[in-house]
């Protein structure tokens, strides 16, 4: 006989599981209308608050993303540079996959494992930490930053080849260089007067831009290129005048929602339904249905009825940004609209897309041992201690095996959506930049800064609002 | 029931195992010990460049050609700007401190204090002028004026992919005649490093 003493030993050793089972967003909630008031500074002591009971040890490069990119948001640029560094170091160190914790993940999920970043973390992490380093007028500190961008995208064409059957085979697009990062280079060598260097660069960021048409389209409306005529951008600094570069970032990054598959089982085949969960609200799952793919009936013979399991995948949805366009008045009276320079959140979507097949495929085959698992023992349960404790095992293993199937929705929440830039030459003094975030025709979100123009001389300002829809 | 819990337990052991933390040990060890972690540039590498450009520079004709235009008199060095150029951020104080002490050591050449340095011993020479004895005060306007300056660049090529890199440093000093702009010496050192990092571990 199946013993109770069994199924209760199953529920102990299942509850441990569930202890770090799902991954918790806690810590996120009330930080967007936060964000769209621009309140930093209580972000940052939401997000301090709650390292160790909603990050730990094992989400640290999660934590230290987060706050780094808060405190660079805050104007808190050393304390910005520290932590954006602890993330790019614990990234490199848990490149080396512990094989103890590679075990976790297959029994349980990929919540076990310690959070080791995404590619464009690894990737735009090196970005604000050169904006950080022009901040603090370390002009040198910010181009070795962008040195490291390019080694590491340099490493992620070699990580996911183009000639890889699989990629080409989907036909994905393919993240091989970042408009961004040349244009960020491009500044940091005009600031050096190395001119040749800086219209390698130039053209380099124009080739980004038109090879990689499936990555270079606009966050608020995917139909739309990210295009730049190449007289849009100099790098010549007009004959006694200097240049303010305006750098904008807009809206926040994207975040990872569960894709839940409910497998329903009829006698003699099974019933699969979606749904996506953004999982926002902490342990208890918002269950409103985003999207609903058609139900699908397999036939599979000799399927025994009425067990109800669920599986997560995860997924990558952008979110769109509030501000539609960013225009920058000077003095009241010179005008121009920045240009979109990176669909930051597309560059996320499409190197996740390179990398999630094998996730998909270890999740499926982890989730069908369980329930193959919890078939087989309910269908003997029923058969020796008859129909009430096969209907009990039947609950039981099946609830276990699908509370355990959640998917990893970790990803680091404070990076912007896309980023936007433009260029004035102006004469030499003071003047007042004022840049407004427009959605249609209102004002949203609008800034002011004074900047001093030197002859000859190049400076970004950096100006952001992080309101998404 | 038996397998069950044994089972369960084994994968209990598992996840227990896998939340562990690890425990720090600390020793002591000589200052001058080559210890390479992430093969990122250390100390071992700024001083090693500095003691083998430093003899190099030291042990060139310009110094004999110095002494003979000036009745044996040492000329008086300083060190200027050593550039990161690299993909790396190095602490350059550290490497300049170590070129300043390897030139001194030598001893073929005089030594002055740096811009940022004199900036200090300017200030209390001005406050020596109204607060210390006539005798003891130092005198303004008296300082040795460098006759040569040393200047530089360290740059890095990387090369990587998942789980190897290879680094390549390359430090370009040149020593140059402040009133002449004479390039008197250039002395490069190179270091290449390969990086590996396991895929897996225990």
Redesign the interface.
């Known amino acids: 006989m199946f013993q109770r003493g069994s199924i209760i030993s199953i529920m102990l050793a299942a509850a441990l599981f569930l202890v770090a089972c799902g991954t918790s967003k806690a810590q996120y909630a009330g930080v967007d209308d936060k964000l769209r008031r621009g309140d930093y500074v209580s972000v940052v002591k939401q997000i301090s608050d709650l390292k160790e009971k909603e990050y730990g040890e094992k989400n640290r490069v999660l934590f230290y993303l987060d706050l780094g990119m808060l405190m660079h948001y805050a104007g808190q640029y050393q304390q910005s540079n520290e932590l954006l560094t602890q993330a790019e170091n614990a990234i490199e160190e848990l490149y080396t996959v512990s094989i103890s914790k590679e075990a976790g993940a297959a029994i349980v999920n990929d919540n076990t494992r310690e959070y080791s970043g995404e590619d464009y973390e690894d990737v735009y992490v090196n970005i604000f930490k050169a904006l950080n380093y022009l901040a603090l007028n370390d002009a040198e500190g910010a181009a070795v930053e962008a040195k490291k961008v390019h080694i590491k995208i340099n490493k992620l064409k070699d990580k996911y080849p183009i000639e890889d059957e699989e990629v080409k085979k989907q036909e994905l697009p393919v993240f091989k260089e970042s408009a961004l990062a040349y244009y960020m280079s491009m500044l940091l060598y005009r600031m050096e007067k190395a001119w040749d260097d800086a219209e390698i660069d130039r053209k380099k960021l124009m080739e980004a831009m038109s090879g990689q048409k499936g990555v270079y389209i606009k966050l608020s409306n995917p139909e739309e290129a990210i295009t730049l005529e190449d007289e849009a951008l100099a790098t010549a600094i007009p004959e006694g005048k200097g240049v303010v570069s305006v750098v904008s970032f807009n809206g926040l990054g994207p975040e990872k929602m569960a894709r839940i598959l409910n497998v329903n089982t009829l006698g003699g085949g099974i019933n699969i339904s979606s749904r996506l969960d953004d999982k926002k609200d902490g342990a208890k799952a918002d269950v409103r249905a985003l999207f609903q793919y058609p139900q699908m009936r397999i036939p599979i013979p000799l399927m025994p009825p009425g067990y109800n399991f669920t599986v997560e995948f995860p997924e990558m949805v952008s979110k769109r940004p509030m501000a539609h366009r960013i225009e920058v008045v000077v003095d009241g009276a010179q005008k121009m609209d920045l240009f979109p320079i990176e669909n930051i959140s597309r560059v996320a979507e499409v190197t996740f897309a390179q990398k999630i097949a094998s996730t998909y495929v270890k999740t499926l085959i982890r989730a069908g041992v369980k329930f193959a698992a919890a078939v087989v023992a309910s269908e003997a349960a029923n058969k020796a201690g008859g129909g009430l404790v096969g209907a009990i095992t039947r609950f039981g293993t099946s609830t276990i095996a699908s509370a355990t199937e959640k998917a990893d929705l970790r990803l680091s929440y404070f990076f912007p959506g896309e980023a936007f830039a433009g260029e004035l030459a102006l004469d030499p003094g003071e003047h007042q930049v004022t840049v407004t975030y427009y959605y249609g025709g209102g004002v949203i979100h609008q800034e002011k800064k004074t900047v001093t123009v030197k002859e000859g001389d190049l400076q970004v300002l950096e100006t952001f609002y992080l309101g998404s829809q | 029931?038996k397998k069950?819990?044994v089972l369960?337990?084994c994968?209990?052991v598992?996840?227990s195992?896998?939340?562990a933390?690890q425990s720090h040990k600390v020793t002591r060890t000589a200052s001058d010990e080559a210890i390479d972690l992430?093969g990122r540039w250390n100390d071992t590498d700024s001083r090693l460049v500095a003691e083998e450009m430093i003899r190099d520079v030291l042990s060139r004709a310009w110094i004999d050609d110095f002494n003979g235009a000036n009745e044996g008199k040492k000329p008086v060095v300083i060190v200027g700007r050593i550039?990161?150029?690299?993909?790396?951020?190095i602490a350059t104080d550290v490497f300049i401190k170590d070129l300043e002490r390897e030139l001194i050591n030598g001893g073929r050449i005089k030594f002055v204090a740096s811009k940022a340095e004199r900036g200090e011993l300017r200030s209390e020479k001005e406050d020596q002028q109204s607060n210390a004895t006539e005798d003891s005060a130092k005198k303004l306007a008296s300082e040795t004026g460098a006759d040569f300056m040393l200047q530089g660049t360290i740059s890095s090529v990387?090369d990587?992919?998942?789980?190897q890199k290879v680094v390549f440093y390359q430090v370009d000093l040149e020593l140059v005649n402040i009133e002449s702009n004479e390039k008197v010496w250039i002395g490069s050192k190179k270091i290449k490093k390969v990086v590996e990092?396991?895929?897996?571990?225990?």
């Open positions: 029931m069950w819990t369960m337990l994968v209990a598992i996840f195992v896998s939340c933390s992430s550039r990161n150029k690299s993909s790396e951020h990387t990587a992919v998942e789980g990092q396991a895929k897996s571990k225990w």
